[in-house]
């Protein structure tokens, strides 16, 4: 799947809110080397900056285009292309910074302690997910897709994402590894303008890549039309014309 920088931070304020929350979280007041996989256009990158300005900052990220929005954004800072699943950097780092990637990502069962491993003794891996899958707009999505003419097309378009599992399950997947584990939801609720093609076009930056990208161009309009009449029935507008649209997180602070 490709990812477009330029449609990810069409919605930036509201993506960069949860990123802030979680770095506040992370306990270490003395960082000397920090990571941030799974950078996207860097975003995510400026805010550990900005908390730790002393430590040496990488970003690493799959896509071609997140990353040269990140060294566009951040020249002084090193980003390279890497997959988190091939990546074998050995640290140890102080921090690891995973925003909203490793949903993405399979297997957690090994890829969370492989992580904690990379960390220095009293380092922290602080992770946010999206917790939305059973939400209305990631229903829709599997339910357009599953009643079109495009179905057997997307028949495995919902297997991109890793299986939701519970804060106990995270938790007690990182208790041995660790010597402090905090683990939390949060729920946003984002006003967004526009109505119902608001959130459409929300998640054609993130959760909706896997369903519109391996259509053509008939379908792609197609489909987006079915499921923004259906978003629109799920979220109705508020009197001014926008919506509010709420979304789910998961937030881990693993500290070695």
């Given at each position: 799947m490709s990812w477009s920088a330029r449609q990810y931070v069409a919605f930036e304020d509201e993506r960069t809110r949860p990123v802030r929350d979680l770095v506040a979280a992370i306990p270490n007041e003395i960082v000397r080397t920090a990571v941030d996989i799974g950078c996207g256009p860097g975003n995510s990158t400026e805010v550990l900056m900005s908390r730790?300005?002393?430590?040496?900052?990488?970003?690493?990220?799959?896509?071609?285009?997140?990353?040269?929005?990140?060294r566009k954004r951040l020249p002084d800072v090193q980003f390279d292309v890497a997959d988190i699943t091939a990546w074998n950097d050995a640290?140890?780092?102080?921090?690891?910074?995973?925003?909203?990637?490793?949903?993405?990502?399979?297997?957690?069962?090994?890829l969370f302690p492989a992580l904690v491993q990379?960390?220095?003794?009293?380092?922290?891996?602080?992770?946010?997910?999206?917790?939305?899958?059973?939400?209305?707009?990631?229903?829709?999505?599997?339910?357009?897709?599953?009643?079109?003419?495009?179905?057997?097309?997307?028949?495995?378009?919902?297997?991109?994402?890793?299986?939701?599992?519970?804060?106990?399950?995270?938790?007690?997947?990182?208790?041995?590894?660790?010597?402090?584990?905090?683990?939390?939801?949060?729920?946003?609720?984002?006003?967004?303008?526009?109505?119902?093609?608001?959130?459409?076009?929300?998640?054609?930056?993130?959760?909706?890549?896997?369903?519109?990208q391996p259509l053509d161009d008939a379908e792609r309009t197609a489909y987006l039309a079915r499921y923004e009449a259906e978003i629109a029935k799920a979220y109705p507008a508020l009197p001014d014309g926008s919506v509010l649209l709420p979304f789910p997180r998961l937030f881990v602070v693993a500290t070695r």
């Open positions: 730790f300005p002393g430590a040496s900052i990488t970003g690493l990220d799959s896509s071609d285009d997140m990353v040269d929005a990140a640290g140890p780092y102080d921090v690891i910074l995973a925003n909203a990637v490793l949903q993405w990502v399979p297997d957690h069962a090994t990379k960390l220095s003794e009293g380092g922290t891996l602080a992770v946010q997910m999206p917790d939305n899958l059973e939400e209305p707009a990631h229903r829709l999505m599997r339910e357009t897709a599953a009643n079109g003419p495009w179905a057997a097309k997307l028949a495995t378009a919902s297997n991109a994402r890793s299986a939701r599992a519970t804060a106990r399950w995270y938790y007690e997947l990182l208790k041995p590894h660790c010597s402090r584990v905090d683990v939390w939801l949060t729920v946003y609720h984002h006003p967004l303008a526009g109505g119902a093609n608001a959130i459409v076009e929300w998640f054609k930056g993130s959760g909706l890549r896997p369903f519109i």
